[in-house]
Nanobody
Framework: QVQLVESGGGLVQPGGSLRLSCADS????????MGWFRRAPGQGRDFVAVISPTGTVTNYASSVKGRFFISRDNAKNTLYLQMNSLKPEDTAVYYC???????????????WGQGTQVTVSS
């Protein structure tokens, strides 16, 4: 059973950086594609980034490309999202999720973490 727990959220000033982590205790981490999604206030859950099981293939939403970087450490069963040059519009609850194949489609993800709040404000 995949169990995902995010951490690393918080309050940061515009232009700052944060690194989110997502730990998987389910034991199948290295076989799953992993994604990050976010839900801004009053909006739906949007795709942010995805990484293949081996970490060799990634994809990003256009709004974060060049600022956010997804990575994984299969030995530690942990997914990361490095967020740089943060903007107020990046404020959202960030979720990690696991899928059986490489996809940016929210509906294909079977397992979700509880989310971590990221607030970008001066």
């Amino acid at each position: 059973q995949v169990q995902l727990v995010e951490s690393g959220g918080g309050l940061v000033q515009p232009g700052g950086s944060l690194r989110l982590s997502c730990a998987d205790s389910g034991g199948t981490f290295s076989r799953n594609s992993m994604g990050w999604f976010r839900r801004a206030p009053g909006q739906g859950r949007d795709f942010v980034a995805v990484i293949s099981p081996t970490g060799t293939v990634t994809n990003y939403a256009s709004s974060v490309k060049g600022r956010f970087f997804i990575s994984r450490d299969n030995a530690k069963n942990t997914l990361y999202l490095q967020m740089n040059s943060l903007k107020p519009e990046d404020t959202a609850v960030y979720y990690c999720a696991a899928a059986n194949y490489w996809t940016s489609s929210r509906t294909a993800y079977n397992y979700w973490g509880q989310g971590t709040q990221v607030t970008v404000s001066s």
